[in-house]
């Protein structure tokens, strides 16, 4: 079913899920910045990500929603700043976006591979809130998507 998860490489949700990537052994990658950087510093090498032509957030928002067959929208709470932006250009575009609010779903994890056998996407794309806005929700996402890849 999946066969890849982008994201835009910064701290986060969007780390979580390429972490998660790695760790299941699912290709992954994405679009990031041109610059290659994030609230941490350069984005590493290990997580496959090409620069757009723009330093812009959104132009790489809009690169990985456009890139992908559904997005996954992680937060605990409502979507602000650039997950807010993310589902945006998802509704903008008429793309499949499933949002997980951590705070409310009771089961996560069965939430997301619902949507995922509903959908079917190939190409994945994960946003979410950066680590220093929500500590702890590198780790959520990572354990979530690694909990649904188990699942399907």
Do not use: K
Request: charge should be positive; glycine fraction near 10%; include cysteine.
């Amino acid at each position: 079913m999946i066969e890849r998860i982008i994201s835009g490489g910064q701290t986060g949700a969007d780390r979580g899920a390429l972490d998660a990537a790695i760790a299941a052994g699912v290709p992954h990658g994405g679009s990031c910045p041109r610059g290659r950087r994030a609230e941490d510093g350069p984005i590493p090498d290990r997580y496959n990500l090409v620069e757009t032509a723009s330093r812009e957030y959104a132009a790489r928002t809009a690169a990985n929603v456009c890139a992908a067959d559904a997005t996954l929208l992680v937060t605990r709470g409502r979507p602000r700043g650039g997950s807010a932006l993310t589902a945006e250009i998802a509704r903008q575009r008429g793309a499949p976006l499933c949002h997980i609010d951590l705070d409310r779903e009771p089961d996560p994890a069965a939430a997301l591979v619902s949507f995922l056998r509903s959908r079917a996407p190939r190409t994945l794309n994960v946003a979410g809130p950066r680590e220093s806005n929500c500590p702890g929700i590198s780790r959520d996402t990572r354990a979530l998507l690694l909990d649904a890849l188990a699942a399907l």
